[in-house]
Structures are given as structure tokens and as C-alpha cells.
């Protein structure tokens, strides 16, 4: 069936399954999508593994895009920012995709030294050929072909148990670098602050396995599960897989406002609601997690203010402390209104890559940590979302992520942790390693 347009569909959900309906139904539709397709995306907030979470602003909606509709180009000689705003002003559709960690090369006077290992694209976007929104009884299906026919293939598919029980074969996971290399980078980071070179630097370090053998939608079901996450995210282009577990959003536009909220300062969940409750208020307390998350709450504030109206960024929440299945993190809000006519990609560029990611100042920073990380970040810590048909969009943090290119046989995830002038470098080990958890498990 051709159209010139997106047509609609609403399935009504009914189901005899244990879990929620849309739990049920949206893994059956990534299940049918991934039988499918080469390009399938799901965005996935875990509402009902998270009670009581209420973030200002939401979290990601539970959304599917599923099939190549038309890929988005980006010729080298052009400005990737542009190119993406230039073709949805002239298709304005959904589209979906991400901006890796070294597009700040192209933002920046800067470069990787380390080799793209993954070979990930730097930027990918496309028009889904089908959008899926489960809502609460029912899933919303617009679709460039015929979505009663989608609706139909679903309600047709199956999943087979046996399919989840074997998430990663044979895989030995490596580190680029060893807990004493760690530290004393820690310490050399340190040197560099009482230098007065930064204020603050995320230091990250990778895991990764070669001749890797994963079964991408088992490894994210069991993610999902051991870490279920409000910005949680599974991505596969052709052989390209990201299986993600993202607590933090990096940028969110609502009509004319934007959103931004980073996250610094962590600590892990108690064995009993006694303990839990005192680590709580630990985090809640502690100086050197409010002293990290307040400068990159300036960062950020600096970044929205060259794309708001003057006097309109403002600080919504400060130090927020939210409960995860295994950790609490601080999280804050800054919101302001964007300038009229400001291209929405502006937005997005003049914000990226996230302060949360890098440190203080920004760009110091970043050359920092292409000196210090032993590895080339690629879509670590970079951002992945959708964008919609009136140009607002949503877009994630990409941490607590594996990133797998199925084709070469190689996965990899990182981890890190804000060095300032107080980290001791056992402790910001240990939080590394904690972040790491869910991850490893899965292994």
C-alpha cells in the first residue's frame, strides 16, 4: 500500500499475561519489529518497575519505531546539525536516531586520538516506516504503509522462551585499564585542578570482549530487568546494537521550553528501608555530591542560555534525590524558553555534548579526557532520541549502555565518575564499578 502520508491506527490491548499490557505487548512488538527490520528503535520509561518515580517533565514515552522509512544524509562536507533541521523542514516527520560523543569534534576545535573501535556512525537519523505508542489500554499505530496490517502481524507474532535464556555466550569481559592505572589517573586529575586547569572532569573507563556472541533482545530484556530505567533504550541499524539502561535525560523541548537534567552524585540502595532511608539521606547531604552537581547545574545553565530568551533559564529542582532499583542519584532540572526561530537543532548543538559528561569548563575538559580515557568514547555518553513532526524532541543521555557491533563481534560499555578536588580514588572506583553492576551481569 503507498501513501503520502502517515496513516493511523488504535489496537485495543487485552491480556491474560502476569506483567502489565503494555509491558507484554511492547516486548511482543519488539520481538515481531526485530523479526522484521534492520532499523528498530524502543524508547521505554518502565513506569510500573519504578513506583512512585515522578520526574519533572516525564520521562521518555513508551514508543517503538520500527522499519527504514528514508535515512536522513549527512555528507562530510556538511554541518550534521544543519543537514538534520534542513530535512525536517522539508519532511516534517518523526524521526529518530543519535548524535555520538565525537560529534564535539565538529562543534569543537578538538579531535579523538583513539581509533572508532565499534565503527559506529558519528550521526545517524531516519523516518521510521512505522511509529508504535503503547498507551495504557491500547497501542497507537501511524504508519507510512497499512497499520491494521501491523496491527495484525503483531497480534500474529510469538515470542519463544528459550529465546531470553541465553543473553551473552562465552564473552570475557576486559578493562582498558586496571584499578591502579585508575587511581592514578584519579590523582593526576587532581594535579590538574589544584592547577586550576578544571574545576571538575568525568573520567571514564571502558569494559569490552572481541569474538563477542550476544543476543541483543535477550541481553536488553535482562537489563531491563536487572536495571529498569525511566530513559531506557534499544537501538538496532543493521548490525549496530545499543542495549541501554539510561537514568538521565540530556535535552527535552516542549513547545517553546527546553529541559535539561543532569545527573551527579551517587550512592547505593540499602539492604533494608532502615539503611536505605540513611544512605538516602546521605547523598541528600553530602557537600561533595552538592558541590559536583551544582557546577554542572552552571554549566548547563550557561549552555540553554545561548539558545534562551534572556531571563528565562531557571533552575527547577536542585539536587533532587530520586531512588533507582540499585542506586539513588541526584538529579536537577534547568528549564528555559527558546528564542523565537532558533532552528531546534541549535538547541541541541549549542548544549552537547552534556556537562554531566564532561566537566568545567566544557571544552578543557573534553581535551582532558581524550588524554586521560584509554578508549574513544563514540555513542558513550552521547545522546539518542526522536524528534517529532512539530519539531520537539527528547533525547537521553546514552550511559549505562552496551553497545555492540554484532558484524565485528565486539561490545563494549563504560562507566565513569566527576573527579574534583575531594575525590578520593577508591571511592570513585568503587562508584564506577557500582554503575558497572547491571551491566557485568548480564555477562
Not at 583513539?114 to 497501542?139: G, K, R, T, V
Not at 589517573?185 to 569490552?208: H, M, S
Request: one cysteine or more.
Amino acid at each position: 500500500m503507498s501513501v503520502d502520508f502517515r496513516q493511523e491506527f488504535r489496537l485495543s490491548l487485552e491480556s491474560t499475561e502476569a506483567c502489565h499490557p503494555i509491558d507484554f505487548w511492547q516486548k511482543k512488538a519488539l520481538k515481531w519489529a526485530l523479526d522484521q527490520y534492520d532499523h528498530v528503535v524502543l524508547f521505554n520509561n518502565n513506569q510500573r518497575q519504578l513506583p512512585g518515580f515522578q520526574l519533572p517533565y516525564s520521562a521518555f514515552p513508551n514508543r517503538l519505531a520500527a522499519g527504514l522509512y528514508q535515512r536522513v544524509d549527512f555528507p562530510p562536507e556538511t554541518d550534521p546539525f544543519d543537514q538534520l533541521f534542513h530535512h525536517h523542514q522539508q519532511q516534517p516527520d518523526f524521526l529518530v536516531g543519535y548524535f555520538s560523543y565525537d560529534l564535539k569534534n565538529r562543534i569543537e576545535a578538538l579531535r579523538s586520538r583513539h581509533p572508532n573501535w565499534l565503527e559506529f556512525p558519528a550521526i545517524y537519523f531516519f523516518q521510521p516506516l512505522h511509529i508504535l505508542d503503547f498507551e495504557e489500554n491500547s497501542i497507537l499505530i501511524r504508519s507510512w504503509s497499512d497499520p491494521q496490517h501491523v496491527a495484525q502481524s503483531i497480534l500474529a507474532s510469538s515470542i519463544d522462551p528459550a529465546e531470553l535464556e541465553t543473553p551473552a555466550v562465552g564473552n570475557t569481559l576486559q578493562a582498558h585499564v586496571s584499578p591502579a592505572e585508575y587511581r592514578q589517573i584519579v590523582q593526576q586529575i587532581r594535579e590538574d585542578i589544584i592547577d586550576g586547569t578544571v574545576y571538575e572532569l568525568n573520567y571514564c573507563l571502558a569494559f569490552f570482549a572481541e569474538a563477542a556472541r550476544l543476543n541483543p533482545f535477550a541481553v536488553y530484556e535482562a537489563l531491563n530487568r536487572q536495571s529498569p530505567m525511566p530513559f531506557s533504550h534499544f537501538q538496532r541499524i543493521g548490525n549496530h546494537y545499543v542495549l541501554g539502561a539510561s537514568p538521565e535525560r540530556f535535552l527535552k523541548k516542549e513547545g517553546d521550553r527546553l529541559i535539561s537534567q543532569p545527573i551527579k552524585g551517587t550512592i547505593r540502595r540499602g539492604a533494608n528501608p532502615v539503611e536505605d532511608e540513611h544512605l538516602k539521606r546521605r547523598l541528600s547531604s553530602s557537600e561533595k555530591e552538592q558541590a559536583e552537581n551544582l557546577m554542572i547545574v552552571d554549566l548547563v545553565r550557561n549552555d540553554l542560555a545561548r539558545s534562551a530568551k534572556t531571563g528565562t533559564v531557571r533552575v527547577d529542582e536542585l539536587f533532587g534525590v530520586y531512588a533507582f532499583r540499585q542506586l539513588f542519584q541526584m538529579i536537577s532540572t534547568v528549564s528555559a524558553t527558546i528564542q523565537d526561530d532558533l532552528p531546534f537543532t541549535d538547541a541541541i548543538r549549542n548544549a552537547f555534548p552534556m556537562g554531566s559528561m564532561t566537566g568545567a569548563p566544557k571544552v578543557r575538559a573534553m581535551e582532558l579526557i581524550d588524554q586521560y580515557e584509554a578508549s574513544r568514547r563514540g555513542l558513550y555518553s552521547g545522546a539518542a532520541g526522536y524528534i517529532t513532526p512539530d519539531g520537539d524532541f527528547d533525547f537521553n543521555v546514552m550511559i549505562r549502555s552496551i553497545f555492540y557491533n554484532q558484524a565485528l563481534g565486539r561490545v563494549s560499555f563504560s562507566v565513569g565518575s566527576a573527579i574534583t578536588y575531594d575525590a578520593d580514588p577508591e571511592q570513585e572506583y568503587e562508584e564506577c564499578l557500582l554503575k558497572a553492576r547491571a551491566m557485568r551481569s548480564v555477562f
